[in-house]
């Protein structure tokens, strides 16, 4: 919750420096051209003061105060990154041995499966806990299944986060997507089967040892 509150706030200074990037004056604006973001923040912190009084002076005035304080969240970030994954790595290592997971992903699915650990007695109820396991809709002689609307939608989109990692950058997920187009799925249908294999391997990862997360039963 905290890191998620800091990367929006993040998100919302750097849009504001932005905006007052726009309006001020065209040599102040030309100088911070092109930049990316973190060269951006970087210039604008070095930024000199001018004369007291004008649109100049208000503009960099306003440009400093946003970078410092994109700086001092960029370290608040760091410091719940690294919190998070100290947790995970005292209890639960190899979930982020697992290619794709990382700690926002990690702790997500963990939360999950800590909040509701009478439901977890399988890869399958931990892929039903997710919203990932397929829902029978066969009427008469149409077999067909469709998407699961229900389970943790915070723990669904962290397994399709890692399900995005893998296909961008593991031979073995690409090749399993195309194997599954060739067998006639669409490209959509061939990704959520990789998402319900993924899941399955974490499931089975999670089980493994105790949840840091997990509610104990009175």
Same mark, same amino acid.
């Given at each position: ?61 306003? *440009? &400093?105060?946003?970078? #410092? ?7 608040? /970030? +760091?410091?719940? =990154? ?84 893998? *296909? &961008?950058?593991?031979? #073995? ?7 599954? /187009? +060739?067998?006639? =799925? ?33």
């Amino acid at each position: 919750m905290a890191k998620v509150c800091a990367v929006k706030a993040r998100t919302q200074a750097i849009n504001q420096l932005r905006a007052v990037l726009v309006t001020a004056s065209p040599e102040l604006r030309e100088s911070l051209e092109g930049l990316t973001i973190p060269k951006l923040v970087r210039a604008c912190t070095t930024l000199h003061r001018s004369a007291a009084g004008t649109a100049t002076a208000a503009a960099v005035f306003t *440009l &400093r105060l946003l970078a #410092r304080r994109v700086e001092e969240l960029d370290d608040e /970030i +760091a410091a719940l =990154k690294q919190q998070i994954t100290d947790v995970i790595m005292q209890h639960i290592p190899q979930l982020l041995d697992c290619y794709g997971v990382g700690p926002d992903t990690a702790a997500a699915l963990l939360i999950a499966t800590g909040d509701n650990p009478e439901r977890l007695h399988s890869e399958a109820s931990f892929a039903s806990l997710c919203g990932v396991s397929p829902v029978e809709a066969s009427s008469g002689k149409t077999q067909r299944r469709r998407l699961n609307r229900g389970g943790d939608r915070q723990a669904n989109s962290a397994l399709y986060t890692i399900v995005l990692a893998r *296909l &961008r950058w593991e031979t #073995r997920s690409r090749s399993y997507v195309e194997r599954r /187009i +060739a067998e006639g =799925k669409t490209r959509r249908e061939a990704i959520r089967c990789l998402i319900g294999e993924v899941s399955m391997l974490i499931g089975e990862v999670s089980m493994l040892r105790p949840n840091p997360w997990a509610v104990t039963p009175r």
